[in-house]
């Protein structure tokens, strides 16, 4: 039994590693971040962490906004173009960059006018400067984690995010120095910096390697702009599928109370992080098969069989714990909250659908059916959630916003089932394939993927195929063919 979990883990290493580097991100910045505001409300007075926690939300939303998909976009191409992957990231992270600078001094001066609180963002020019800079590096943060998952490189994109949480809950020390006259931008700077420090991590880990070239990390405008398209329809897609989520929160506290959005809140804050295990291995299969499909099926098998699992195993726990999880927060939660959490965690299941429909069609870069898939859907999720909401209270959006989850899901699930069920080419359909490829298709040879094939089989292609003899596959004593095989 040893032998076969070694041997599955060594099989499938590169989805389950990636996989786990996301929800450990994930983990540690969520575990650090709430000593992080537990410490900062003892240091701070409430006012001012008011003020930071509400510019670091408005920074994620403007982040997001700045990406312009070139994330996903990136997760797509970069396994496509690996020659010029290095200028494809250092292109992105500098217009998301700029965009998310320009973006945060727009929102800073208009949001310091129109909100006292937000009139801190304005009060200085270092505090405007400050959260401009805390927009841009969010923006490039974000590209470039899933940049980095993109080229397989989970392992980078961990320490980073757990390089970033530490550095910021460690600079809650020297808070005071940092030259503002508002307690809550101070608060705010930690953040912004630790973010930029992060980023300095990542950039010396590039230059300091033994292969690295400055020409293959120069900025190179044209690559984005025969993607333009594409990014666009990336970022369409990205905030039609962010919408809902953001969104419900706001729905509850607008048709129930504040007070119900607490209890709300914490229970959605609970069951997201179930929600993780499918979205971050859907991320991975993304990147493991934007430029190599034909192992999709039986990666997209394990990985929704994950995504079951780990959905079975957290309903189990979670459908019988709720109470013990929801007393950490208050009896009230626990009274309140219960059956909003129970339901809430039983759309792992559809939501299991759903990300892997989403993957599969970026994979097909079918993008626009995504979106067209996306748009009704997310409609139907917050017009359920609202009818919930109007007849049963928070009870009622939860569970209509679950019947909307999993209306979208069986209307996704034929083209996923039809994915998974597919049947891969065998050797000889593949050297079948390659046969019938004309003499002037042979040069792209490392741009298609060979099937391993044996001494006996490899003679039958060499013979079939139309490949002239060449000088690197020939021995000079023996002038016989001595690497082909």
Not at 121 to 145: K, N
Not at 226 to 231: E, Q, Y
Not at 382 to 405: C, D, N, P, V
Not at 456 to 464: G, H, I, K, Y
Request: hydrophobic content about 55%.
């Amino acid at each position: 039994m040893l032998k076969f979990f070694i041997h599955w883990f060594r099989a499938n290493s590169v989805i389950l590693i990636n996989t786990s580097s996301l929800v450990g991100a994930t983990a540690i910045t969520s575990g650090l971040g709430f000593i992080y505001w537990w410490v900062a409300a003892r240091w701070f007075p409430p006012e001012a962490i008011g003020i930071a926690s509400a510019s670091i939300s408005a920074v994620t939303l403007l982040g997001n906004m700045s990406m312009l998909g070139l994330g996903t976009l990136l997760i797509t191409e970069l396994p496509r173009n690996s020659r010029q992957s290095g200028s494809m990231i250092s292109t992105a992270l500098l217009v998301v960059g700029a965009l998310g600078v320009l973006v945060g001094c727009v929102f800073a001066l208009i949001a310091s006018h129109i909100s006292t609180g937000f009139q801190p963002l304005g009060a200085e020019p270092i505090d405007t400067l400050t959260f401009a800079a805390g927009v841009g590096f969010s923006a490039i943060t974000l590209v470039l984690d899933q940049a980095l998952i993109g080229l397989l490189k989970g392992g980078l994109q961990f320490w980073r995010n757990a390089f970033f949480a530490v550095l910021k809950l460690a600079a809650l020390l020297v808070v005071n120095w940092w030259p503002s006259n508002q307690p809550g931008m101070k608060i705010y700077a930690t953040w912004m910096v630790s973010s930029g420090i992060s980023l300095g991590l990542i950039a010396a880990n590039v230059v300091l390697r033994r292969n690295w070239r400055s020409k293959s990390y120069r900025p190179r405008w044209y690559l984005l702009h025969k993607l333009g398209l594409a990014a666009i329809q990336h970022h369409m897609l990205n905030l039609t599928l962010l919408a809902p989520t953001q969104l419900l929160p706001v729905l509850v506290t607008f048709m129930l109370s504040a007070r119900m959005n607490a209890w709300f809140y914490v229970a959605w804050m609970i069951a997201c992080v179930i929600f993780i295990f499918p979205g971050a291995l859907t991320t991975v299969l993304h990147a493991t098969n934007a430029a190599q499909q034909t192992t999709l099926a039986r990666k997209a098998r394990l990985t929704i069989g994950i995504s079951l699992l780990v959905a079975l195993l957290a309903n189990l726990v979670l459908q019988i714990g709720t109470q013990q999880i929801l007393g950490i927060f208050g009896k009230a939660y626990a009274n309140e909250a219960a059956w909003c959490l129970r339901l809430l965690i039983l759309a792992a299941f559809p939501l299991t659908v759903k990300n892997h429909y989403i993957s599969i069609c970026r994979i097909q870069d079918r993008i626009m059916t995504a979106m067209i898939a996306m748009i009704p859907g997310g409609l139907l999720e917050l017009g359920a959630a609202a009818l919930g909401a109007h007849a049963y209270g928070l009870l009622g959006l939860s569970l209509g916003w679950i019947i909307a989850i999993c209306i979208e899901a069986i209307f996704m699930f034929p083209t996923v089932y039809k994915v998974i069920r597919s049947v891969q080419p065998t050797m000889i359909q593949t050297q079948i394939e390659w046969a019938t490829i004309q003499p002037v298709d042979v040069w792209q040879l490392d741009t298609r993927p060979l099937p391993t094939i044996n001494m006996q089989e490899s003679l039958w292609l060499a013979e079939t195929l139309p490949i002239p003899a060449v000088q690197s596959g020939y021995s000079k004593e023996t002038r016989q063919p001595s690497s082909f095989y």
